[in-house]
């Protein structure tokens, strides 16, 4: 399985993003029976646990520094995922990862997931 994120970009301080998490390949289709996750990564700071979500899109868990202005989601019938970004701060500039957790259940444990991708860049300024 391989994870597309996309999405990022420049945004001023209040401003809003949607990423998205797209898997393809050939068992692309099994992501449906996984939960995912978003993590992101700042220079010289470890990766961050962001959102995740269980396999049914019924349970969704957040980190702390963005409870209440993110909002993570999913489309399986389409292999995706979305994180939905609202009165973004400059703390929350990072590269944006998204990965396939190896339990159904929302996850915040790093070591539960696998497939990372590329990851893409969430730029916000003052």
């Known amino acids: 399985v391989q994870l597309q994120a996309s999405g990022g970009g420049l945004m001023q301080a209040g401003g809003s993003l949607r990423l998205s998490c797209a898997a393809s390949?050939?068992?692309?289709?099994?992501?449906?029976?996984?939960?995912m996750g978003w993590f992101r990564q700042a220079p010289g700071k470890e990766r961050e646990f962001v959102a995740a979500?269980?396999?049914?899109?019924?349970?969704?868990i957040y980190g702390d520094s963005v409870k209440g202005r993110f909002t993570m989601s999913r489309d399986s019938a389409k292999n995706t995922v979305y994180l939905h970004m609202n009165s973004l701060a400059p703390e929350d500039t990072a590269t944006y990862y998204c990965?396939?957790?190896?339990?159904?259940?929302?996850?915040?444990?790093?070591?539960?997931?696998?497939?990372w991708g590329q990851g893409t860049q969430v730029t916000v300024s003052s």
């Open positions: 990965g396939v957790s190896r339990h159904s259940a929302a996850s915040s444990r790093l070591e539960y997931y696998r497939n």
């Open positions: 390949g050939r068992y692309a289709r099994t992501t449906s029976n996984n939960g």
């Open positions: 979500i269980d396999w049914r899109g019924g349970n969704t």
